[in-house]
Nanobody, 125 residues
Framework: VQLQASGGGLVQTGDSLRLSCAGS????????VGWFRQAPGKEREFVAH????????AHADSVKGRFTISRDNRNNTVNLQMNSLKPEDTAVYYC???????????????????WGQGTLVTVSS
């Protein structure tokens, strides 16, 4: 499984961005996917995850109500809609796929095997 994250950029406080994670291979639709972020000098942290079918999602408390994860398995993409962005959302955002098919999502980075290259989101105040 190969992943490519895109959609980052420089925005102002209160703006919106939509990140996309494009997956390769016919089996991408059978993997749970998570979004994580890492700010300078900080550890990578969980943002959101979605199961393989899209029927179960979870979001970190810090983004709940502002970010929404979704997936389109026909097009092999997982999206992260980010609204009401804040300066503290500034980070490199990574998408990742679980280590095996048909698993649920997880909040723990070590439970993901496949990682995209990251896309930078910068929110100015």
């Amino acid at each position: 499984v190969q992943l490519q994250a895109s959609g980052g950029g420089l925005v102002q406080t209160g703006d919106s961005l939509r990140l996309s994670c494009a997956g390769s291979g016919r089996t991408f639709s059978t993997y749970a996917v998570g979004w994580f972020r890492q700010a300078p000098g900080k550890e990578r942290e969980f943002v959101a995850h979605i199961n393989w079918s899209g029927t179960s999602t979870a979001h970190a408390d810090s983004v709940k109500g502002r970010f929404t994860i979704s997936r389109d398995n026909r097009n092999n993409t997982v999206n992260l809609q980010m609204n009401s962005l804040k300066p503290e959302d500034t980070a490199v955002y990574y998408c990742a796929a679980r280590s095996a098919r048909y698993l649920g999502g997880s909040r723990y980075p070590h439970e993901y095997l496949y990682w995209g290259q990251g896309t930078l989101v910068t929110v100015s105040s």
